[in-house]
T-cell receptor, first 111, second 113 residues
Framework: SQELEQSPQSLIVQEGKNLTINCTSS?????LYWYKQKYGEGLIFLMM?????EEKSHEKITAKLDEKKQQSSLHITASQPSHAGIYLC???????????FGTGTLLAVQP | SAVISQKPSRDICQRGTSLTIQCQVD?????MFWYRQQPGQSLTLIAT?????????ESGFVIDKFPISRPNLTFSTLTVSNMSPEDSSIYLC??????????FGQGTRLTVV
């Protein structure tokens, strides 16, 4: 079965610093989702990547899917306290339409 | 996009009792899923809620423990039966909208005492 590994597991950065979160799959990715989860809230969809080499940006968050489609990175530029939360990558299970998730990265941003 | 209303948002329950979680979507969707997130862990799929037929359960989850209803294309319920402290988790419903996005409810934070 497919597994997703995220790194780092947790991250503390100073406000204004850049950071990167990685998501590595044991199998080829056919759809890779990035979500953000905050306490008391549901998962917030950030973006989806499907094509090898694809890159998408939303405000100060950029996500890339590598050419081989087995790894994705999420990069936050000039981090702010509002970026704090748990970031989860999810992979499309293919024909089943099920998503599997990485273990999550807990991000704290210190003012 | 789909807007999902999940309730209750949180509950504290006595062991041995059951809790039913509701998931209402503002549009008709084909696929609805129920996930569990145990403390410190990632999301785990419990089952796929099928409209008009029995839910499809993942390995490790059974209908007697997690009965699911899906009476129509906009609504589903998940019941956590005969609860024990190990059932303390966040439960999330999710829907597929088209081929590009999956949407999640706000989650139900369950504590079993």
């Amino acid at each position: 079965s497919q597994e997703l590994e995220q790194s780092p597991q947790s991250l503390i950065v100073q406000e204004g610093k850049n950071l990167t979160i990685n998501c590595t799959s044991s199998k080829t990715l056919y759809g890779l989702y990035w979500y953000k989860q905050k306490y008391g809230e549901g998962l917030i969809f950030l973006m989806m990547l499907q094509k090898g080499g694809e890159e998408k940006s939303h405000e100060k968050i950029t996500a890339k899917l590598d050419e081989k489609k087995q790894q994705s990175s999420l990069h936050i530029t000039a981090s702010q306290p509002s970026h704090a939360g748990i970031y989860l990558c999810g992979a499309d299970g293919g024909a089943t339409n099920k998503l599997i998730f990485g273990t999550g990265t807990l991000l704290a941003v210190q003012p | 996009s789909a807007v999902i209303s999940q309730k209750p948002s949180r509950d504290i329950c006595q062991r041995g009792t059951s809790l039913t979680i509701q998931c209402q979507v503002d549009s008709q969707v084909t696929m609805m899923f129920w996930y569990r997130q145990q403390p410190g862990q990632s999301l785990t799929l419990i089952a796929t809620a099928n409209q008009g037929s029995e839910a499809t359960y993942e390995s490790g989850f059974v209908i007697d423990k997690f009965p699911i209803s899906r009476p129509n294309l906009t609504f589903s319920t998940l019941t956590v039966s005969n609860m024990s402290p190990e059932d303390s988790s966040i439960y999330l419903c999710s829907v597929e909208s088209g081929d590009t996005e999956a949407f999640f409810g706000q989650g139900t934070r369950l504590t079993v005492v």
